[in-house]
């Protein structure tokens, strides 16, 4: 690579307090790697948007980083979404990652809110009119899994990105050839906004598979193969993780890719790892 590249990192809001004393440790550990943002999630039916929302505001008051919440149209009218992103807007937050969200776990597809707003192209709209946030929105090199057909889908991201979405970050991945073929599609459906790799460093291969599973990403059996077995084997797990991981992002650096965003699942290591195999050097080193 000619220089190193630019690196976004998503946390998620945790449940208990060892959680949070994990969250804040990934913090300190990865914000002297000087991400363009951190992004805090939303979990399924909005069960985590108080957590979400003190943490992005505890982030922009006692951090120097950026922070982006995560933001959806499940069980909420649009009159709430609108006057939480106001008050967002009014604390200082100025990033925001716009989804369409999942259903709450047992009820099946996904229901637009009576009053609120039916997709996330909608929502990026409708988020719009309330400030000009930066906004990122969802991309898949895979199809969403409610999506009849890739076509249908890159459809819905061009909508996403023409309602005012600034950037799109992919579904997490692991064949570089899935990205490449789908940033092709991308750009040859006219989309021009900036098109980020989503990276899930390996911390748990089993678990890996269940969220693949759970949206639709594939687990090539070459990587399955490099993992068999190795559950009893910490150390030598956390090698294989860093070696896949950085050779996939190594890969897309040499077919153009400049910006990695990385779902690091609260755990720093790996992408701390990874991260300075791409060049990256905390603050306080290169200094």
């Known amino acids: 690579m000619k220089k190193p590249p630019a690196v976004s ?10 959680g949070w004393a994990q969250l804040w440790a990934t913090v300190e550990k990865l914000a002297p790697f000087h991400p363009a943002f951190v992004s805090v999630t939303y979990g399924a039916g909005g069960t985590t948007r108080e957590r979400t929302d003190r943490i992005v505001r505890r982030i922009r008051t006692e951090t120097p980083l950026e922070p982006a919440a995560h933001i959806t149209c499940v069980g909420a009218a649009r009159a709430e979404i609108d006057a939480l992103a106001e008050s967002w807007w009014a604390a200082g937050i100025r990033h925001l990652v716009a989804l369409r969200g999942d259903a709450p776990a047992g009820q099946g597809r996904f229901a637009p809110h009576p009053e609120g707003y039916v997709n996330a192209a909608d929502l990026v709209a409708g ?3 309330v400030a000009a946030f930066d906004i990122a929105v969802a ?26 979405g600034s950037t799109a970050i992919t579904q997490f991945f692991f064949d570089a050839d899935l990205f490449l073929r789908f940033r092709d599609r991308v750009r040859a459906a006219g ?8 990276i899930l460093p390996i911390t748990n291969f089993a678990r890996a598979v269940e969220f693949a599973a759970r949206c639709g990403a594939s687990v090539p059996a ?19 993780a860093a070696a ?8 897309l ?3 153009g890719v400049e910006r990695f965003h990385f779902y690091t699942l609260n755990r720093p290591q790996l992408t701390a790892a990874i991260c300075r195999r791409l060049g990256l050097k905390p603050l306080q080193e290169a200094a």
């Open 191 to 198: 989309i021009s906004a900036p098109l980020v790799p989503g």
């Open 222 to 240: 070459k990587l399955a193969e490099l993992f068999h077995d190795l559950d009893g084997d910490p150390e030598t797990r956390q090698l294989v």
């Open 244 to 251: 896949t991981a950085c050779e996939l992002c190594e890969r």
């Open 9 to 18: 990192f998503e946390f998620f809001p945790p449940r208990d307090d060892a």
């Open 127 to 129: 988020l719009r009119k």
């Open 253 to 255: 650096a040499a077919e």
């Open 139 to 164: 991309a898949y090199p895979e199809k969403h899994p409610d999506s009849p057909t890739p076509e249908a889908d890159l459809d819905n991201l061009k909508r996403k990105i023409d309602a005012g």
